[in-house]
């Protein structure tokens, strides 16, 4: 593992390292011989930052795999998610901001509906609208068990997140969806014995839960999946020796920045200049700088090339207020490609551009963008490299070996 | 191990996937400065795919290490070699087409000279030739023992192959091969006691087989070496999904494709057209099609540099056919390099183009050749990369993580 290897030569410095994330960067040409996205758009400052810097083409997990947000965003934080797993309802909750401490129990949920039987006619309760779930949300947060807290958010439509927070909780607990209508939602079954009273406690709380909710014409119960804990990453500080702050609009990326113990910012806004000003004004406080810009892959998932380009020049305009800041080691890239062509994550490799000037060696390109990057000095390399390349190009690794 | 990553995210569509290894393509110069085989040839059609497609330059095994021709192709279909390995009785056994199924037993052979004294005076018989040893071999398969089937088949010259098929046989037996003269070949000894009845087995039919050549004045005895067993590797169904079919007029690599569980497809003639009009004949009946054209390889042995640029050529009149079926995928490389200049196997990278009209990013390339496989936009990587790739660009993957 990578910290097994950087953490022992970690040195401190007064250096900034900014980490610069356009979701799902990388792309593909719409029409035969043509551009891709970021080839596509005028990014005077981008290309700047690629002539005095060197760029290239990383991998997020293996050839061909193509990841989910969670994977893309911790192999580039340098933990490898093919040894860190996040827990399915651990990642549902941190996507919608819901705090996952040591210990506490996380899962994913879908209202249901069912039969006068009990059991199960809609696993997705017809996909009931947001708006129409989001009472059914307010009124499982009414739901008390003596000794435990639970929190419920709301994720979309008929998905729901559950946090239980108490002491001795174990996730080994099965799900309660049982992948089929017909029959009834299935008890919570601990695996292990461990798990057991976190199980009667799950139990306890549905039983609540579908009382709550029986009169309701679409969604009259529920199903839990995922049951999962904090995954007790190290964190951050202690694998890099860094006090990382996150900007971000999304709830899903600022829950995967706390799993590894990062200080969300908060701010007003959601473009790229309203997140470069946060990074200001937070300047003196931390010294790395998680930022991370979604609309690229919304517009790419949209199967929207052209938005997707706008978005990458909206970035490349606000540059120069995150350039003024002087950090010392800038990184931009993206977790995962997401070709407008193709409207979904992919597997293709991720442009990478670093800009550190008083470390960096320059290579001959000019322009960033994924041609320019398949010829750039740093090459074809694992995206699980970025953290030890950006505390190298900061000076704070010391030497291996004498 | 790659299965362990990919065969979990699999998902089945109705892609054709196509894999044409041309054996040995990467070349070297025959002068300074000159081309290789592969940039001497006159390639419209590779160059054209190389346009639309990416290319890129693949290690076999690892830098500095030549492959045989097993390894090469398992690495190939995603088997890493490092892992899993073939017995060299049964490679050589797979080699000359002979069957190895599970729980069978192969060996390779050597006829040798004996003195009157029993002892070893030529280990490989005067080079005896393929002609002399032919009816040796059909000597040696008119051997019987109780409760076993036996085959023998000759590889050439000195050399041959024997499976032994029967219940609870077990490979655990060292070699009866001295590896010096002046001394009697050892009798198969097991060196585990579940092994002790097949090398009692083997003993038998070594005595009964110097009977039957103790009159010939050029080999009058034998000896076995790489006792083995069918590997029981995942098939390529298993691991991929993929009901794949084998093109090859050598029965070497049908021999290794059948180990991966492949279908052999019998065909008349053995240029490339015929290979590809088998494809076409049997395009409805598989989704994966391995498709060998050994005469690259057989010219760089020879050190024919203009022969291998020949068959590299005759290859490329024919793809047209292969286009015309419209792959999903096709993927054309070889398994290792065999420059003309040096006569054998080396381990230099080897050329590889990816062609995937819906879902590949194209590089700038527009020829295919070493020289432009090392600025292609798959960069340098590793052949076990092969499988998975081919598998991405045909949306037979789904994501990895939320």
Sequence with gaps: MPFDHITPLLKSNNSKIVLLVMDGLGGLPIEAGGSTELEAAKTPNLDRLAAEGMIGLSTPILAGIT???????????????????????????????????????????????????????????????????????????????????????????????????????????????????????LPALAREPAAEHTAELFNQWIAKASQTLAQNPKANGL????????????????????????????????????????EL?????????????????????????????KKTDS????????????VIESVDRALPALLGLEPDVLIITGDHSTPALLR???????????WAPATVRPDDQTQFGE??????GIGHFRALDTMPLALAHAGRLEKFGA
Tied chains: 1, 2.
């Design 299 to 310: 517009k790419g998932e949209d199967g929207d090339f052209h938005g997707k380009v706008e």
């Design 67 to 185: 990841p989910g947000s969670g994977p893309a965003h911790m192999v580039l934080f340098g933990y490898d998610p093919l040894h860190y797993e996040i827990g399915r309802g651990v990642l549902e909750a941190a996507g919608v901001g819901l705090h996952v401490g040591r210990g506490d129990i996380a899962a994913r949920g879908n209202f249901v509906l069912l039969n006068e039987k009990g059991e199960i006619r809609d696993r997705r309760a017809g996909r009931i609208s947001t708006e129409e779930s989001a009472p059914l949300v307010e009124r499982l947060n009414t739901i008390t068990l003596p000794g435990v807290e639970l929190e419920v958010r709301q994720v979309r439509e008929y998905r729901f997140a559950v946090v239980m927070r108490g002491s001795d909780l174990h996730p080994e607990i099965d799900d309660t969806d049982p992948q089929q209508t017909g029959v009834p939602p």
């Design 265 to 293: 910012v908060d701010f007003e806004g959601d473009a790229p200049d309203d997140e470069f000003t946060a990074v200001k004004k937070h300047w003196e406080d931390h010294d790395f700088f998680f930022i991370h810009i």
């Design 344 to 354: 979904t994550h992919t597997w293709h490799p991720v442009p990478f551009l670093l």
């Design 223 to 262: 199903t839990l999946r995922g049951f999962s804990s904090d995954p007790n990453f190290p964190s951050f500080n202690k694998a890099y020796g860094l006090n990382a702050a996150c900007i971000s609009v999304y709830p899903m990326y600022k829950g995967i920045a706390k799993l590894v113990g990062m």
């Design 371 to 376: 041609r320019s990057c398949a010829h750039g």
